[in-house]
């Protein structure tokens, strides 16, 4: 199954080695998960990683290893209405890369589409996509 990871995830998982985001990357080969993200998120990350003291380390160290990455799309053959300008080629780069999921933990930006599927995207936060998969309670 093919999981698209956004910046806020990624971010998330360099910056804390105990929370659910970094669960959702340890466990992937476990579940034969195939954690993917776009080279625009993966610009993103790097320019916000050092804003923590750990960012740096682990996302060298712990996180990139278990990314691919894919060409950001910006455009679909398909209407969408998505207000946040930044996190547009997020979504539909999700769905141009046929995943499965998009996981966030933008819940500002992606409040309007959480927990609901786009395109055939399930839109979900780190701890709603481990709940469904039932990896967490």
């Given at each position: 199954?093919?999981?698209?990871?956004?910046?806020?995830t990624i971010?998330a998982?360099?910056w804390?080695?105990?929370?659910?985001?970094?669960l959702l990357?340890e466990?992937?080969?476990?579940?034969?998960?195939?954690?993917?993200t776009?080279d625009y998120c993966i610009s993103?990350?790097?320019?916000?990683?050092?804003?923590h003291?750990a960012?740096?380390?682990?996302w060298n160290?712990?996180?990139?290893?278990r990314?691919?990455?894919?060409g950001?799309?910006?455009?679909?053959?398909?209407?969408i209405v998505f207000?946040?300008?930044?996190d547009?080629?997020v979504?539909?780069?999700a769905?141009?890369?046929?995943s499965a999921y998009?996981?966030?933990?933008?819940?500002?930006?992606f409040?309007h589409?959480?927990?609901?599927?786009?395109?055939?995207v399930?839109v979900?936060?780190?701890?709603s996509?481990?709940q469904?998969?039932?990896v967490v309670?």
């Amino acid at each position: 199954m093919t999981v698209f990871l956004d910046t806020s995830t990624i971010l998330a998982a360099c910056w804390s080695a105990k929370g659910l985001s970094r669960l959702l990357i340890e466990y992937a080969p476990k579940a034969d998960w195939r954690l993917i993200t776009a080279d625009y998120c993966i610009s993103e990350v790097e320019k916000n990683v050092r804003k923590h003291p750990a960012g740096a380390v682990d996302w060298n160290r712990k996180v990139r290893n278990r990314l691919e990455v894919v060409g950001s799309v910006y455009v679909i053959d398909r209407p969408i209405v998505f207000d946040a300008t930044k996190d547009r080629p997020v979504i539909l780069s999700a769905i141009g890369s046929d995943s499965a999921y998009l996981v966030t933990s933008d819940t500002t930006d992606f409040a309007h589409i959480l927990g609901t599927v786009v395109y055939g995207v399930k839109v979900r936060t780190p701890k709603s996509f481990l709940q469904e998969m039932g990896v967490v309670a």
